[in-house]
C-alpha cells in the first residue's frame, strides 16, 4: 500500500489536521502509537475559542504520548504531540521553535489548520508528513498543497470512512494526494516509521 | 521568490527590513519569520503587488504608504475582556495589592490596538470605584489604530464577543451601561477613558518614557523573536516600579529571557509577573 520510497527515516515531523468528526480518530491515532515515537507531532484542530482547557486532558486519557499545549516560541521536543491552543494559530519557526499568533481568523477558524501546515511545510520541505482528517469546511486544503509542493507526504483520511467528508474532499480537488488511508492505515504506516527509527 | 508558490524567502525579507530601517528607522528585522512572512505575503495581495522588490518600489515612491504598510503588517486582533479569568485576579488581587501602599495607580498599556484593553481596565476600576485614581497611558506603533482607541466607536457586530467575555468576567452591571448604540456603532462612554493619554510608540526602538505600577503588554511580543522579546523585556523591566505587576497574554512566557529572575510569577495561568530586582 504505502511505497517504499515513503518508509524511509528521512521524517523530520508531522502534522495532522482535523475539524468535525477528527476527535475518535485522532483518539486513536494518539493511543496507538507510542511514547517513544521519534518526531514531534503538530495538532492542529478546530476548537471552541473560549474553553482554555480540558481537550489535553481528554487527548491524553487513552494516550501514553506527552501532549501539550505550547507556549510561544516554545522548543520543539521530538516524541511530544503539540496542540494548537484555543483561539491562536500555531506555526513552526525556522531554529526549531513555536510561534503562537492571533492573526485573523482563517477560514473561519483560529487556530487554522492552513497556519500550521503552510509554515511546516516551509520549515520541514521535504521531511514532512502531513495527515488531514474529516472535517466540515475546507481549511488545510492549501496547506497540503504547500506540503506537497515542498515535497512532503500529504495523507487524507478516507474519503468514505471519513464522518465528514469536505475537508478531506476539498484537499483532494486541489492537490495530487499520496494517499488517502483509513485510521488504521493512517496508524499502521506510523508505526512502520516508528521501526524504521530505531 | 519562488515562482510556482508565490513563497517569499528570507533574503527578500532581510532586504525589505534592511530597507525599512535605513529609510523609516523602523524595525522589523526580529520579528518571528512565520508570521512576517504572511503579513507581508498578505500585503502584496492587498496591494495586488508581484514581488517584494515592487514592495520596496513603493514604499520607496509613495510617502504616505509606510503608514498604512505598518498598519497591515501589524496584527490589531482584540477584545474587551480577552482572557476573562485574567481580569478577575486583576480585580480580585493585583490592583487591591497595589492600592495597599498607593493612592494613585499608573497603568500602561503597551501594543493597545483599538483600545478594547483600556476600556476593559477603565472599567474594571470604575467598578471598583478608583478610576480617578488611575493614569493610564496607551501606545501603539500603528498610528492608525491609536486612532481608532482615541475614538472609542466600534461596530455593533464585535459587541457580542465582548458582552460575552464580561459576563464570564462577571462584571457588576451590563456591558450596556458603557456605551450607546448609534447606528452600527457602539459608541463607549467618554468619561470612561478621560485618564487615558495615548500616543504613538515603537517598543522596538522607543526609549523608556516613565515608570508604571502595571503594564499590560499582551500578544504583542508573541510577533517578536526571542532575541527581541528579551530585548524589549528589558525596557518593560525599566518601565515598572520595584514591586509593580507586567503582564503578558496568556500563551506568552519570560522564563527564557535572561533577565527573568528579576520577576517572580504572581500568577502562571493568567501570566502575571512582579518585579522584584532593580
Ligand atoms: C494583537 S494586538 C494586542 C492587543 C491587546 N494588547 C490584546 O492583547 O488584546 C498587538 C498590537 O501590538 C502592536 N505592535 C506591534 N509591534 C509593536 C511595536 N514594535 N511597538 C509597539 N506596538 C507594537 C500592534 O500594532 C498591535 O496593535
Not at chain 2, 512572512?37 to 514592495?55: C, G, N, P, S, W
Not at chain 2, 478594547?116 to 471598583?128: Q, T
Request: net charge positive; with cysteine; aromatic share 10%.
Amino acid at each position: 500500500m504505502i511505497k517504499q520510497t515513503h518508509l524511509t527515516d528521512k521524517y523530520k515531523a508531522v502534522v495532522i489536521g482535523g475539524s468535525a468528526g477528527s476527535f475518535q480518530p485522532i483518539v486513536q491515532i494518539l493511543s496507538s502509537i507510542p511514547r517513544q515515537f521519534p518526531l514531534p507531532i503538530f495538532l492542529c484542530l478546530h476548537r471552541l475559542k473560549h474553553v482554555r482547557h480540558g481537550f489535553v486532558e481528554a487527548l491524553s486519557i487513552k494516550s501514553q504520548k506527552e501532549i501539550a499545549e505550547p507556549l510561544d516560541k516554545e522548543s520543539i521536543k521530538k516524541g511530544v504531540v503539540y496542540l494548537a491552543p484555543a483561539n491562536y494559530h500555531m506555526a513552526v519557526e525556522l531554529g526549531n521553535s513555536i510561534s503562537l499568533n492571533t492573526e485573523e481568523l482563517i477560514n473561519n477558524s483560529r487556530p487554522a489548520i492552513d497556519i500550521t501546515f503552510e509554515s511546516a511545510a516551509y520549515v520541514y520541505r521535504d521531511k514532512l508528513i502531513g495527515v488531514l482528517l474529516s472535517g466540515a469546511n475546507k481549511d488545510g486544503a492549501i496547506g497540503m498543497q504547500r506540503i506537497k509542493q515542498r515535497k512532503g507526504l500529504t495523507i487524507i483520511q478516507n474519503i468514505e470512512e471519513s464522518m465528514i467528508n469536505a475537508m478531506p474532499m476539498a484537499a483532494k480537488n486541489i492537490v495530487d494526494i499520496d494517499y488517502e488511508l483509513k485510521v488504521d492505515e493512517i496508524i499502521s504506516f506510523l508505526l512502520k516509521l516508528n521501526e524504521l527509527y530505531k | 521568490m519562488s515562482l510556482n508558490t508565490g513563497e517569499i524567502e528570507i533574503a527578500e525579507l532581510r532586504k525589505l527590513t534592511t530597507f525599512i530601517q535605513e529609510k523609516f528607522d523602523y524595525s522589523f528585522k526580529d520579528y518571528a519569520m512565520s508570521s512576517f512572512r504572511r503579513r507581508i505575503r498578505r500585503i502584496l495581495d492587498l496591494y495586488k503587488l508581484q514581488t517584494v522588490d515592487e514592495l520596496i518600489q513603493t514604499l520607496n515612491t509613495k510617502e504616505d504608504f509606510f503608514q498604512e504598510f505598518v498598519s497591515e503588517l501589524t496584527v490589531n486582533v482584540t477584545e474587551m475582556f480577552r482572557d476573562p479569568t485574567f481580569w478577575r485576579v486583576l480585580r480580585e488581587h493585583i490592583i487591591p495589592n497595589i492600592m495597599l501602599n498607593h493612592n494613585k495607580i499608573s497603568i500602561w498599556h503597551a501594543g493597545c490596538s483599538s483600545g478594547e484593553e483600556i476600556i476593559s481596565m477603565a472599567i474594571v476600576l470604575d467598578e471598583m470605584g478608583i478610576l480617578d485614581k488611575a493614569k493610564i497611558v496607551a501606545t501603539d506603533i500603528d498610528r492608525s489604530i491609536i486612532a481608532k482607541a482615541k475614538e472609542g466607536r466600534y461596530p455593533i457586530k464585535h459587541m457580542e464577543v465582548n458582552h460575552k467575555n464580561y459576563s464570564r468576567y462577571q462584571g457588576k452591571y451590563s456591558l450596556q451601561k458603557y456605551y450607546t448604540e448609534v447606528g452600527s456603532e457602539a459608541i463607549i462612554d467618554k468619561s470612561l477613558l478621560e485618564n487615558v493619554s495615548y500616543r504613538k510608540h515603537d517598543l522596538v526602538q522607543g526609549s523608556v518614557f516613565s515608570k508604571f505600577d502595571l503594564v499590560l503588554c499582551r500578544n504583542v511580543m508573541i510577533y517578536f523573536n526571542q532575541t527581541l522579546q528579551n530585548q524589549v523585556l528589558h525596557r518593560l523591566h525599566e518601565s515598572l516600579f520595584k514591586y509593580g505587576y507586567l503582564v503578558i497574554g496568556s500563551k506568552e512566557s519570560l522564563i527564557w529571557c535572561d533577565i527573568a529572575h528579576k520577576f517572580i510569577v504572581v500568577n502562571n495561568e493568567e501570566k502575571i509577573y512582579k518585579k522584584i530586582k532593580d
